[in-house]
């Protein structure tokens, strides 16, 4: 079946822009997280939702960053006034109900440049 | 502070050869802990996992990991690697109660020679 879908694969864009990333869940996946992994880093949790509200958003690095999931399904992920630290692939994943003992199901990732 | 340590950032191997790689974690409380793999081209997917009960676990394509809370690890290891197992494999913990936050290593790359 189909997988995790991220969109766009990459994205290039100037300091100071705003940028939208997109996640599409597996269907019936309520569970779903956003990582964010730089260049020889590990993977750094950003947020996590459960259906559309988001109990734990600890993750965030800066009121910059903003997530948001409609309909239980597709997320957003929202960088305002992007800087160059913010170059790196941000990753979602999501899982079937049943919180941790639930296997993450990850999507390719969106490559992030920020010039 | 909740971490998880690979101290292997690269790994080269020849076919055959036995694999160990180590996973140590520092994290308050039960956790549970997986072990993530990422074929070049290709999406992070589960290996395994333990979340409680017999310490060594198994899990796809020959490959096991051991729990040892007494030294906060969870090594994987393999008998004779391939060369399809060449791949980045991360280790990554989670609270058992009260959180979502997994936490990853960096991740180790391993190369198998054919």
């Known amino acids: 079946g189909a997988g995790v879908s991220q969109s766009p694969s990459n994205k290039v864009t100037e300091k100071g822009k705003d940028v939208e990333l997109r996640c599409d869940p597996i269907?019936?996946?309520?569970?779903l997280y956003w990582y964010r992994q730089s260049l020889g880093q590990g993977l750094e949790f950003l947020i996590y939702?459960?259906?559309?509200?988001?109990?734990?958003k600890s993750g965030l690095p800066s009121d910059r960053f903003s997530a948001e999931r409609t309909g239980g399904s597709v997320s957003t992920l929202t960088i305002q006034r992007t800087q160059q630290e913010d170059s790196a692939v941000y990753l979602c994943?999501?899982?079937?109900?049943?919180?941790?003992?639930?296997?993450?199901?990850f999507g390719d990732g969106t490559r992030l440049s920020i010039l | 502070a909740q971490s998880v340590s690979q101290h292997n950032h690269h790994v080269i191997l020849s076919e055959a050869a036995s694999l160990e790689l180590g996973c140590n974690y520092s994290?308050?409380?039960?956790?549970?802990l997986f072990w993530y793999v990422q074929y070049p081209g290709q999406h992070l997917q589960l290996l395994l996992k333990?979340?409680?009960?017999?310490?060594l676990v198994k899990g796809i394509k020959g490959f096991e990991a051991e729990f040892i809370k007494s030294k906060f690890s969870f090594n994987l290891r393999k008998p004779s690697v391939q060369w399809s197992d060449t791949a980045e494999y991360f280790c990554?913990?989670?609270?058992?109660?009260?959180?979502?936050?997994?936490?990853f290593g960096t991740g180790t790359r391993l190369k198998v020679l054919a």
């Open positions: 994943a999501s899982s079937l109900p049943g919180g941790i003992n639930q296997p993450q199901h």
């Open positions: 269907s019936g996946h309520t569970a």
């Open positions: 939702f459960q259906g559309n509200s988001a109990p734990d």
């Open positions: 994290y308050g409380g039960t956790v549970n």
């Open positions: 333990y979340f409680s009960g017999d310490p």
């Open positions: 990554a913990v989670i609270g058992t109660s009260g959180t979502y936050k997994y936490i």
